[in-house]
């Protein structure tokens, strides 16, 4: 009963030091991010599923410009590509050769994520309105996000693994209820570099 | 007839496209060989599997979707479970099918509707779980090509032809003989699942899937 009221102590302690440091922490965070103008980077997703005994393999690239653009491409194994300009997004798959359009399918959950995404490589962790969120400086430092009501049928929980270098995001990690998760490793990321904006025109 | 409100976006289109009837020949012949038998089951695989597919769906008017389909099989209990993901890895649909039961995990709309689940575990059931009878008639033709049928307790009839050079096809017929459902598996088989796959419905929606195969079995 001791041992775990120890272990009780220990982790609201660990949880409210997160808390506390939070608005300097979120403000370091901004400050490293705020001369990002771009971000180009390849990723490697892994998707968990309890169905299956490997996990799902998912390669791609993505383009990031802070006026608020995303390109978010898979390249295998269903190349398919989301492009956000401001609000707006735009869905394609590549098929026989050609790119054609999406039909409209979980469109308010990719919003969200991309959202959520562009957020993120600015440094605005603490402006969702869509998960509270902790910040543990590590190493590496994490930010924790948790769902607010709603979407928590869907996600329990993600976490952020950000580099020592200022501003890049290493690892990104996704729960579900159910016990399936996704991990999103980033490779080659450049800051900075300039691309055509046509990468979040067209697909 | 189902419609809802901005059907027109969504899979579910499937399932409020006009009826369609394709006349395909059908073929008759008497009862084979036993040591024939059980190339009637060959392209089905015949222990427990898991598989991931690339998934074209493609309805009336040529408007399609991409998706990544995952299911696991336990032939020996006819045991599938089933899901749908966007190319991001959201789950759509998440469905089993056991003893003829069809328990729904999760499903977000438009994917919620009883009869999407009861269509895809339908499709899921044609391509990978033989029919559970005996073939009425099954033999091979003189170039090899296996064909056998099967006639279902609702007088509605399967049929199997094809060979591993030359691939397979799977055809359902209704009662009254229209052609609902026709499959076309091509090789390479790999742990008993065909790479290429294309389903193509007739009726009561009118939709094609083609499927290749990214992540056979362990």
Known sequence: MKRFFFLSILIVTSFLSAAVGSSQDWASLKEASKNIRSVKAEFLQKRYLQILTKPLLSEGRFFFNASGSLRWEYLSPVRSVMLQRGGTIQLYHFSEGVWKPEITQAVESRRMVLFEISRWFQGRFDESKVFRNLYSPGPPARVILVPREGIDRFIQRIEVVLSARPGVIDRVEIEEPGGSWTSIEFRNVEINSSFSPEVFEKP | ?218
């Open chain 2, 1 to 218: 007839m189902i419609r809802r409100k901005g059907l027109d976006t969504c899979l579910l289109g499937f399932f409020i496209l006009f009826l369609g009837c394709v006349p395909i020949s059908e073929t008759t012949l008497s009862s084979g060989s036993p040591d024939d038998l059980p190339d009637c089951y060959v392209i089905f695989p015949a222990g427990p599997w898991e598989s991931v597919h690339r998934i074209e769906a493609i309805i009336k008017g040529g408007a399609s979707s991409s998706l990544i389909g995952v299911t696991k099989g336990e032939p020996s209990e006819r045991r599938l479970q089933s899901l749908l993901l966007t190319p991001e890895g959201f789950i759509l649909f998440d469905g089993e099918l056991r003893g003829g039961e069809i328990t729904v995990r999760k499903a977000v709309a438009p994917f919620d509707s009883p009869a999407f689940a009861k269509g895809l575990m339908e499709d899921v059931a044609l391509l990978f779980l033989p029919p559970q009878v005996r073939p009425t008639t099954w033999g091979k033709d003189t170039d090899g090509t296996m064909i056998c049928n099967w006639e279902g307790p609702d007088k509605s009839h399967t049929e199997i032809t094809g060979s591993m050079d030359s691939g397979w096809r799977i055809l359902r017929r209704d009662k009254h003989g229209k052609a609902i459902k026709e499959v076309v598996l091509n090789g390479p088989f790999v742990n008993g699942l065909a790479s290429r796959v294309e389903l193509r419905a007739f009726k009561p929606a009118s939709y094609r899937l083609r499927m290749t195969l990214v992540q056979p079995s362990p």
